[in-house]
């Protein structure tokens, strides 16, 4: 029997947009784009120049720390651009995609030994889907994990299903959760307390966790931090539940299919839904398509955490959702004087907390400019960690690294706080100094 | 609203280049203050909370504002009692009456204002200085700092304690958030300690000044409840009346009742701590009744009636109220953990109390209660701190054996 954990603290964001449960396809896409930004604690060296046709699955670029991190395309056809920004970093890679496309075998035997697993997933690319933490950066091959942590929950605003998203796809999941199995002694499910999706209620070879509550109740972090928290020299893989069903299909068709179902939401959208979608593709027709006329900001990934692709933007290799609101336009007289029956606020400043069911449209405006920190015991409402949040932020601003450790930097990723940056008083950018506190610790650690 | 705008935007080109681009800040201020600026987020998350740091501090502002016209109107309808000018038989309605008000707007309105100017004029000189944009938190404290004088404090000596609060109080540590005592204390502890015949003693909470053919009453006294405690161990006022704050006093401390109802908006809102409030309040109450039991052994008899008061006196007469709604729950100086609250409202109250029944020099203990838990906070996070730091390790180590 699976344990249901509670989660009190944290905050549902009364966003309009939910997505439906309807299935839509997004149509063949004319170009696809891989960014190394993307794969946290790569370091990218190009395998690749323009003109070089390729196969999906085929290496793009790898880690040149650990050459066997492989990044493979998602789509075969001709590399057509490689753009590069300030001093020579590598942006984006370009693809102009085949009508049809082929992949590269790799083969549907399914070996028992975890080295032959592990080659399997590194050289077809599918390594890429596994985090490990500390650092929430791309997992490292030569570790051994105490745990592998499945994340079967969608509890960030309009995050994609996975009862919807995993429709269809048992076998792979099924598959998957194999494979990760031989990975490590210890495969973990997270659900939410009221699924009822048979293919996560019924998954073989995991240890089930059930978790409710607001967001950030499905993040990784609260999960890891509920069943086996992480000490210093710890190390626990990561992965979302609709990546395991591609890593399945990788090893029962021997191809590297990068295809998700993925909700896209958000008050932009003209109608918010599921679409069949492949990471890496480009997002123009189908914003075109699906997004109403106006000036959107064009998101992949959550509002919590995704980035801001523009209009003719790719979206992102590893993500799982799209979000389209309204970037925020028109300064707003005396805002912070009225009584703001119209502005969200999770405090009860504003007098819209007289309406607790109202849904919002809400912008891209930081409602204020940023300050120094001044409100204590605010994040703590919406992080439901045995963390001190101002005092971590502190160290970290201070590059403490002792301190960092001492109170707990190990056991948290930038996502866990983006619900204190939303309602941050002095709007702070915290989910970026959370990232260079880890980026700083790992420099420092290997 | 446009035609503001415009104004701000022909203006911007001059304090943005040349001789002017000391006045940035402020001009940065005004227009923020008017327009709520159109920035986007630009890195984390998409969208943000309505809630800025103006919005917290006009909320304690709103909640102030009841405290602060009352004591224009207590500040008139003192002066002119002192006076025998009032017909005690109508009561409430020779409270409310447009000369009182008048009397004590024309008094706190300036000390308002000189507040603001001193304390905003160095905040935008460092502001200038370090280029960063002003911050907020003066907004709370240059109200609250006149909010803690006699009515009679020459401005200077106002002006004067704002700049060394703000200088010495908060721009030496790094400024805004950085700070370790509450400023608006901060000013007035140096003006308490600086101007004593001007800020403590029975002559100060009233004005006495008679016009041409007015007198004073007969046996007049302008002592506060606490200073007839400590000298005489009685009071000549009620607690009812304490509670509804006709009684002298300084501006805004004087009624409890409006100070309660700031206090519940500021819970209500989330702004104020309620944990502090609530701490202070049980700690308040606790030296009280330890005071009761012990009443009896003291050999003087004006310690005697000063520690068997019942403990919802020391409620309603003097700043406990004003102290721990207020100044207390000031985030930056109070303690900075949820745990470490508790222990800094508790001891404020209790320490608070306790100097102002045992040191007749000190009638008003609030002061230097906070004050001195100021200092204590970040000693207090510290253990607080510590014990999480340990619990990780004690988890490390049960992980590893």
């Known amino acids: 029997m699976s344990k249901t954990h509670i989660i009190r603290k944290g905050l549902n964001l009364p966003l309009l947009g939910e997505p439906s449960e309807k299935v839509n396809s997004s149509g063949f896409s004319s170009s696809f784009a891989l960014r190394p930004s993307e794969f946290i604690g790569l370091n990218p060296k190009l395998n690749v120049k323009v003109g070089d046709k390729v196969k999906?699955?085929?290496?793009?670029?790898?880690?040149?720390?650990?050459?066997?991190?492989?990044?493979?395309?998602?789509?075969?056809?001709?590399?057509?651009?490689?753009?590069?920004?300030?001093?020579?970093?590598?942006?984006?890679?370009?693809?102009?995609?085949?009508?049809?496309?082929?992949?590269?075998?790799?083969g549907k035997e399914f070996p028992f030994e975890k080295e032959k697993i592990i080659s399997k997933l590194l050289l077809s690319g599918a390594w890429t889907l596994l985090q490990m933490r500390p650092y929430g950066c791309i997992a490292n091959p030569m570790d051994s994990p105490k745990a592998i942590f499945v994340n079967g929950m969608a509890s960030s605003p309009f995050a994609?299903?996975?009862?919807?998203?995993?429709?269809?796809?048992?076998?792979?999941?099924?598959?998957?959760?194999?494979?990760?199995?031989?990975?490590?002694?210890?495969?973990?499910?997270?659900?939410?307390?009221n699924e009822e999706s048979k293919i996560l209620l019924h998954a073989e070879g995991v240890e089930l966790h059930r978790f409710s509550g607001p967001h950030p109740s499905g993040n990784t972090s609260v999960h890891i931090s509920k069943v086996s928290p992480i000490n210093?020299?710890?190390?626990?893989?990561?992965?979302?539940?609709?990546?395991?069903?591609?890593?399945?299909?990788?090893?029962?068709?021997?191809?590297?299919?990068?295809?998700?179902?993925?909700?896209?939401?958000?008050?932009?959208?003209?109608?918010?839904?599921?679409?069949?979608?492949?990471?890496?593709?480009?997002?123009?027709?189908?914003?075109?398509?699906?997004?109403?006329?106006?000036?959107?900001?064009?998101?992949?990934g959550s509002v919590l955490t995704g980035n801001n692709i523009g209009k003719e933007g790719y979206l992102g290799y590893l993500t799982k959702q799209i979000t389209i609101i309204p970037e925020g336009e028109n300064t707003d007289f005396l805002g912070w004087v009225l009584p703001g029956f119209d502005k969200y606020s999770f405090s009860k400043a504003y007098f819209s907390w007289l309406f607790p069911n109202r849904k919002y449209n809400l912008t891209t405006k930081l409602n204020g400019e940023e300050r120094a920190f001044v409100v204590t015991g605010?994040?703590?409402?919406?992080?439901?960690?045995?963390?001190?949040?101002?005092?971590?932020?502190?160290?970290?601003?201070?590059?403490?690294?002792?301190?960092m450790e001492e109170l707990g930097i190990y056991e948290i990723v930038p996502e866990d706080f983006a619900l204190c940056e939303v309602i941050c008083t002095s709007k702070q950018p915290l989910q970026e100094m959370v990232r260079k506190g880890l980026d700083v610790l790992y420099a420092e650690m290997n | 609203m446009k035609f503001l705008q415009n104004i701000f935007d022909s203006a911007r080109p001059v304090v943005t280049t040349g001789k002017l681009k000391p006045l940035y800040p402020l001009y940065n201020a005004l227009e923020t203050?008017?327009?709520?600026?159109?920035?986007?987020?630009?890195?984390?998350?998409?969208?943000?909370?309505?809630?800025?740091?103006?919005?917290?501090?006009?909320t304690v502002i709103f909640a102030l504002i009841p405290a602060l016209i009352f004591g224009m109107f207590n500040?008139?309808?003192?002066?002119?009692?002192?006076?025998?000018?009032?017909?005690?038989?109508?009561?409430?309605?020779?409270?409310?009456?447009?000369?009182?008000?008048?009397?004590?707007?024309?008094?706190?309105?300036?000390?308002?204002?000189?507040?603001?100017?001193?304390?905003?004029?160095?905040?935008?000189?460092?502001?200038?200085?370090?280029?960063?944009?002003?911050?907020?938190?003066?907004?709370?404290?240059?109200?609250?700092?006149?909010?803690?004088?006699?009515?009679?404090?020459?401005?200077?000596?106002?002006?004067i304690s704002t700049i060394f609060a703000v200088l010495i109080g908060k721009e030496v540590f790094g400024g805004t958030g950085m700070n370790i005592l509450n400023p608006a204390l901060t000013a007035r502890a140096f003006a308490f300690f600086a101007y004593p015949s001007f800020m403590s003693g029975d002559k100060v909470w009233i004005n006495t000044t008679t016009g041409q053919g007015e007198a004073l009453v007969d046996g007049f006294s302008g002592a506060t409840a606490l200073g007839q405690y400590a000298t005489t161990g009685g009071t000549t006022y009620s607690a009812w009346d304490a509670f509804l704050g006709i009684i002298p006093g300084s501006i805004g401390e004087t009624s409890t009742l409006l100070i309660l109802l700031g206090g519940i908006y500021l819970i209500a809102t989330g702004i104020g701590s309620w944990k502090i409030m609530?701490?202070?309040?049980f700690g308040a109450i606790a030296i009280s009744l330890i005071f009761n039991l012990v009443a009896p052994n003291m050999i003087s008899p004006e310690q005697q009636g000063f520690l068997s008061i019942p403990f919802y006196?020391?409620?309603?007469?003097?700043?406990?109220?004003?102290?721990?709604?207020?100044?207390?729950?000031?985030?930056?100086?109070?303690?900075?953990?949820?745990?470490?609250?508790?222990?800094?409202?508790?001891?404020?109250?209790?320490?608070?109390?306790?100097?102002?029944?045992f040191n007749p020099a000190y009638p008003e203990g609030m002061m230097l209660a906070i004050l001195f838990m100021n200092v204590m906070a970040p000693l207090i996070d510290h253990y607080v701190v510590e014990g999480n730091v340990k619990k990780r390790l004690k988890r490390l180590k049960l992980s590893t054996k």
Not at chain 2, 314 to 334: E, I, K, R
């Open chain 1, 56 to 106: 999906a699955g085929e290496c793009i670029f790898h880690d040149k720390s650990n050459d066997k991190i492989l990044v493979t395309s998602p789509v075969s056809g001709e590399i057509t651009a490689i753009d590069r920004g300030p001093k020579r970093r590598l942006d984006a890679i370009v693809i102009r995609p085949e009508e049809k496309c082929h992949y590269v075998n790799f």
């Open chain 2, 75 to 159: 500040a008139g309808y003192q002066h002119y009692r002192a006076l025998g000018l009032l017909n005690d038989a109508i009561g409430w309605l020779q409270f409310f009456t447009l000369d009182n008000f008048l009397f004590g707007a024309i008094k706190v309105i300036p000390m308002i204002a000189v507040t603001y100017i001193a304390g905003l004029g160095i905040e935008i000189y460092f502001a200038y200085r370090n280029s960063h944009a002003v911050n907020e938190g003066f907004l709370v404290s240059g109200l609250l700092i006149p909010m803690t004088m006699p009515i009679d404090m020459p401005l200077w000596m106002v002006a």
């Open chain 2, 313 to 357: 006196f020391h409620l309603v007469f003097g700043s406990w109220a004003f102290s721990t709604v207020f100044m207390a729950t000031d985030p930056v100086s109070a303690s900075h953990t949820e745990k470490g609250k508790w222990i800094y409202g508790f001891f404020i109250g209790f320490l608070g109390i306790m100097i102002r029944v």
């Open chain 1, 232 to 300: 210093k020299g710890d190390i626990v893989w990561t992965i979302a539940a609709l990546d395991v069903a591609i890593i399945g299909q990788l090893f029962i068709s021997g191809e590297y299919h990068l295809d998700r179902l993925v909700a896209a939401g958000g008050s932009g959208m003209k109608e918010p839904g599921y679409f069949n979608v492949r990471g890496g593709q480009s997002m123009s027709v189908f914003f075109n398509e699906n997004v109403k006329p106006g000036n959107y900001r064009f998101i992949s």
């Open chain 1, 160 to 193: 994609s299903k996975p009862s919807i998203s995993l429709k269809g796809k048992e076998e792979f999941f099924a598959a998957g959760l194999k494979v990760l199995n031989a990975l490590s002694g210890k495969t973990v499910l997270s659900i939410s307390s």
């Open chain 1, 378 to 403: 605010q994040y703590d409402k919406v992080f439901p960690f045995d963390i001190f949040p101002n005092q971590l932020l502190k160290s970290i601003w201070a590059e403490d690294l002792e301190k």
């Open chain 2, 33 to 58: 203050m008017l327009f709520v600026p159109d920035h986007n987020a630009k890195s984390g998350a998409h969208v943000r909370d309505a809630i800025d740091l103006k919005r917290t501090m006009i």
């Open chain 2, 278 to 281: 609530l701490s202070s309040l």
